[in-house]
């Protein structure tokens, strides 16, 4: 995840930019068949996001990485929790985005 990461970052501040790797991964991810590890891709892309200050983007790619977690993994495995948490702090960050404007 290191690599996918590094490469989402080195087009900082470029939000199309990390969109567009960001579908190029799922893409491969579907055609390579490397399905089991599809949450850890949303979780690299939503810490991706949150490196760039794109709070509403992050909270996608969270949740989403939570539902999977959840669906695959049930909700007592290890990921989870963390998941939940780093998605109520990404609600607080937005709340904050909100009353500042």
Do not use: C
Request: proline residues 2%.
């Amino acid at each position: 995840m290191e690599i996918v990461l590094d490469a989402l970052d080195a087009v900082y501040g470029d939000v199309q930019k990390v969109a567009d790797l960001s579908a190029e991964l799922f893409h491969l991810t579907e055609m390579e068949r490397l399905t089991p590890k599809v949450g850890d891709y949303y979780e690299t892309v939503a810490l991706a996001y949150a490196r760039q200050g794109e709070w509403n983007a992050s909270k996608k790619y969270a949740q989403m990485a939570l539902d999977y977690w959840k669906t695959f993994d049930g909700v007592d495995q290890e990921r989870v929790d963390p998941v939940r948490e780093w998605l109520a702090g990404l609600e607080k960050k937005l709340n904050q985005t909100r009353s500042s404007r």
